[in-house]
């Protein structure tokens, strides 16, 4: 069964460092998400890309983030100057284009801020 | 934004038990609602959804859900709590065209042998 893949699974960086998240979508997927997990809180959305650009983006999505589909298969999280508080499992989920699609979710990367 | 409000945080059952773990959302339309489950170390894994038509909506690993409108409810419920199903449970609700899905805090079940 195709299913959602992130690398790295577990990635440590010092406090104003840039970090890229990868994940590849599954592949007939057209809508991609990132979502982060603050250890022991709940699931937070970040943002949705459809079709080259951000469709939705919550108050989390600041300037400090950016989002990118460099090729036909990654999609890629990246944070500028990372913070103590960037902190958390991050997850990557796609869907296909029917908006009552489930979203598959990958195993996500937990990345830690040192 | 649509929210969620899932009240227990921590909920022990014994195994055979029957189990309801309770979500409250909070969304101006007809809301389109989830529930995944997340075992330790693990990625979410979607249980059932609801979007329309009937209210009792059965998903995998015999779990069902039904929404209630008027309670503006979605509670998950199983007659009989395996060992197996031990594990943190999310309820989510998605917005105009559920493209930014929000969750609830999520609870922890624990089930005693």
């Known amino acids: 069964e195709p299913e959602v893949t992130q690398t790295p699974s577990h990635q440590v960086t010092q406090m104003g460092q840039e970090v890229i998240l990868r994940c590849v979508p599954i592949s007939n997927h057209l809508y991609f998400y990132w979502y982060r997990q603050i250890l022991g809180q709940k699931v937070e959305f970040l943002v949705s890309?459809?079709?080259?650009?951000?469709?939705?983006k919550s108050e989390i999505f600041d300037d400090q983030f950016s989002v990118e589909r460099p090729d036909g298969s990654n999609f890629t999280l990246k944070i500028r100057s990372t913070k103590l508080e960037d902190s958390a499992m991050y997850f990557c989920?796609?869907?296909?284009?029917?908006?009552?699609?489930?979203?598959?979710f990958g195993p996500g990367t937990r990345l830690t801020v040192l | 934004a649509q929210s969620v409000t899932q009240p227990d945080i921590h909920i022990t059952v014994s195994e055979g038990a029957s189990l309801e773990l309770r979500c409250n959302y909070s969304?101006?339309?007809?809301?389109?609602l989830f529930w995944y489950v997340q075992s330790p170390g693990q990625g979410l894994q979607l249980l059932l959804k609801?979007?329309?038509?009937?209210?009792l909506v059965q998903g995998i690993k015999g779990f069902e859900a039904e929404f209630k409108r008027s309670q503006s409810s979605f509670n998950l419920r199983k007659p009989s709590v395996h060992w197996s199903d031990a594990a943190e449970y999310f309820c989510?609700?998605?917005?105009?065209?559920?493209?930014?899905?929000?969750f609830g805090a999520g609870t922890r079940l624990t089930v005693k042998p």
């Open positions: 890309f459809y079709n080259n650009e951000i469709s939705e």
């Open positions: 969304y101006g339309a007809t809301p389109y």
């Open positions: 609801y979007f329309s038509g009937d209210t």
């Open positions: 989920a796609s869907r296909t284009s029917g908006f009552t699609d489930t979203q598959y």
């Open positions: 989510a609700v998605g917005g105009y065209n559920n493209n930014d899905m929000r």
